[in-house]
Each structure stands twice: as C-alpha cells, then as structure tokens.
C-alpha cells in the first residue's frame, strides 16, 4: 500500500490563525518494527492512548497486523492497531493520539487506511472493546467518542461479575470433566466455533495463549463419549478468573455448565483464590442466569462493544 500524505493546518499556540497559520505535513503509513521504541513512547505519554496489548507483543502486532501510525519528521501523531483472529471479525486493538491533535482531524487521517486495509483482506466488521481500564489519564471516554466520530455503533456490553471463592453453592451437573493439554487445541477451537457467534470466536492464537498461560486450567465436558464444552480458569495473585466457558447450543441446560463451573471454581480454590471474576454480554441471558445459581454478583461499570461495519 501507497504511503498516504495528509496536510494539517494547524496554528501555534498563542498565535490567531488570520496573522499566522503553520502549515505541517503529515504522513500516515504502515508501522514497522523499528517503529516499535518510538510507539511505546506515544503510548506511555499519550494522554488519550488505548493498549490491549502488553509491550511483549508489540513485534509481533507490528509484523503481521494492519498497525498505522501518524508522523510529522521524528514524532508520532498518533498510532492505530487492529487484530484479525476470527474473519471476517478484526478489532481495534490499540489507539493512540498526542496531546493537541483534534480528534475529528485524526480520525479522518489515521482510520480510513486501517480500514482499508482490513477490507483487502476481506474483513466484514471491525469491534472495538472500550474497556477504560486500558484507557490512561484523561477522559475515559474519549476512545468511544473517536471511534463514534469514525462511525462506529454500540451494538452491546459486556458485564463483570465476582464472588468470594470458598463461598459459593454448586448447582449439581451431569457431565464428565477432564484437562485438556495442547494436543486438544483442534477440539478447543471447534467447540469455540459451535458455541459462540463469530464476532466472539476465538482465533486459534488466542486460544493456543490461553492453554500456555501460566497459572491456567482447561477443562473439557463430556457426555459419554462426546465433547460438549469447555472451560477455562487461572489464578493470578489470590484472584481467580473463569476465562471462558462455552456449551454446544444443543447440550446446553443439561447440566454441563454447572459441572464446568464447578470444575473451574474448584481449581481457583485449590490453587489460592480468595474471589473470582468473570464476564459476559449484556444479551447473554442463559450464561447470566448459570452465573447467578453459583453466587455471582454483577460490579462496576459495563463496557461498551463499539462496531463497525466496512
């Protein structure tokens, strides 16, 4: 892809536009991984900077993901990244602006190659998970606000739920659990695939990260001889996390999640856990309603899900 040259007239600071307008040029062009000192740099100064992404993955976002940045000489305008891991699904997975640059100016000169960019790769919608922990200083709303100005819609949200470990009833079940190790990745993906809508599939990245993450369990449920679901769980500094739990719509209120739950539960407490935490869409009525028969409560603020369609 051609590098894309913007104009910006942009007066200084201090100075009215009709005695002097400073007239910069921008170029907006895809990242590279030498790009990856100056980048982290926007995003831990940037006071409107998004990151869903820790540091350790940066190389790899900037060698194969649709990853643009905005510069002016030296500086970094602005810096926006997107995954693909369940087409015709992408996310946005990190935004970033320096301090000034109007938001209506950027998003019309730092969006439309990443978007373009995904529809030649044949993309069909594009999701953004504001989750404001991942937002820095400033005003925890401004990342909705510019991905609105780029034509983005709430389509839902996704609710976080918590209970003290130790303390939660168990529902009975009817299914047989068992771990699951790497060699299980190809059944993982495909009960993912049977049981979640693709805008929340797992790519086969994510879930190969989810089995090698330390302090995590997966489970697999099993109806005589058949795979009907699975779970995921860790414990991370007292703090257990059911990652994800999935049933095959078929298998689903015969008491598979209840003993997918209780298997997940079970191993946050025997490994440490005082609490755990989970989340859910707002429309997701059936896993709500699993959730609550074990005790949880709904807290904090629900996260909007922002989307697009190219």
Known sequence: MPELIVKVRTPPLGYREDIWVLCMEIR????????????????????????????????????????FVAETGPLLWGAVACTIHRAPWAEAHALALINGWRADSAV????????????????????????????????PYWMESFLRLGGFEKREEIWAYVSSAGHIPRPPGDARIRPATV??????????????????????????????????????????????????????????????????PERQGLGVG?????????????????????????NNRPAQKLYKSFGFRRYGKPVPVMVLDL
């Open 28 to 67: 907006v062009r895809k990242a590279k991984v030498l790009d990856a000192v100056q980048i982290k740099l926007l995003f831990e100064h940037a006071r409107r900077a998004y990151a869903g992404f820790g540091h350790e993955d940066l190389p790899g976002l900037l060698a194969k993901e649709p990853f």
């Open 108 to 139: 019309r000169e730092l969006l439309p190659p990443a978007l373009d960019e995904l529809r030649g790769r044949g993309l069909t919608h594009v999701m953004a998970i504001c989750d404001r922990r991942n937002v820095t200083e400033g005003d």
């Open 183 to 248: 060699s299980d990745l190809g059944l993982l993906l495909r009960l993912d695939r049977a049981t979640f809508p693709p805008m929340w599939a797992f790519g086969k990245r994510e879930m190969l990260m989810l089995l090698l993450l330390s302090g995590g369990q997966a489970m697999l449920a099993y109806r005589g001889n058949e795979p009907v679901g699975y779970v995921i769980a860790a414990v991370h500094h007292s703090i257990g996390e059911v990652i994800r739990l999935g049933v095959l």
């Open 258 to 282: 209840s003993s997918l739950m209780r298997a997940a539960l079970e191993f946050c407490e025997s490994n440490g856990a005082l609490s755990v935490v989970l989340n859910t869409q707002s």
